[in-house]
Every structure is written in structure tokens, then in C-alpha cells.
């Protein structure tokens, strides 16, 4: 990778989906999530800073992470759609226990 390739930023959409979920977080969890998006951008899908980050099992480099620590547990899931060009969908975000993560492989 050269220099240049380095300082190249990721771009991050969000599916219909997953941006009508954000629109109906807790003002604070809508703003975690658009913290997660910059560390998206700026670092790639690898995000070990966050907490519980974790690539799904059996997915086709799908990750994810949760918001926060307390309840209701929020998460946020995001496919890498092309690491060439460093295209990153996040597909969903909202409450952990309503996450369908076997539907994002």
C-alpha cells in the first residue's frame, strides 16, 4: 500500500434500513453511532476499540459492536462491500436483543 493508499478515507452508508434505525435511537446511542461512522471512515471495519467488536461468525466480513454497556444493550452491524475501494454498509443498528445477526452473513 502506498502513502497515498494510507491517508485515503473508508466511505460508510448506511442501508434504508439501517438509517431509519439511527433515526429512531436515544439521542445519546445516535450519537455513538455517528462516532462509530468517523472511527469507520478514518480506521477501516477493524474497530477493537469498541466494545464487545467482534466479526460475525460465518459472515462474509461482517462486524459488529455495542454502544454501551447498559440496558437496553444497543449494536451496530456493518459489511465490508468492497475493501479495494473501502466501501463500508452498515446494515443495522438498534437494540441487541432484536439483532438477527445469522440475516447479515
Known amino acids: ?20 434505525q439511527v433515526d429512531k435511537l436515544p439521542p445519546n446511542m445516535r450519537a455513538a453511532v455517528y462516532l462509530l461512522r468517523h472511527a469507520l471512515e478514518e480506521f477501516g471495519p477493524e474497530q477493537t476499540g469498541w466494545r464487545n467488536y467482534s466479526l460475525i461468525v ?19 452491524v456493518w459489511k465490508v462491500l468492497d475493501r479495494e475501494k473501502r466501501i ?18
Do not use: Q
Not at 97 to 105: D, E, N, Q, T
Open 1 to 20: 500500500m502506498s502513502d497515498t493508499d494510507k491517508n485515503e478515507f473508508w466511505k460508510v452508508d448506511f442501508s434504508n434500513k439501517a438509517g431509519k
Open 88 to 105: 463500508i454498509e452498515v446494515r443495522y443498528a438498534g437494540p441487541h436483543g432484536s439483532a438477527v445477526y445469522s440475516r447479515f452473513k
Open 58 to 76: 460465518g459472515g462474509n466480513d461482517v462486524h459488529h459492536c455495542h454502544l454501551n454497556n447498559s440496558r437496553p444493550r444497543y449494536v451496530v
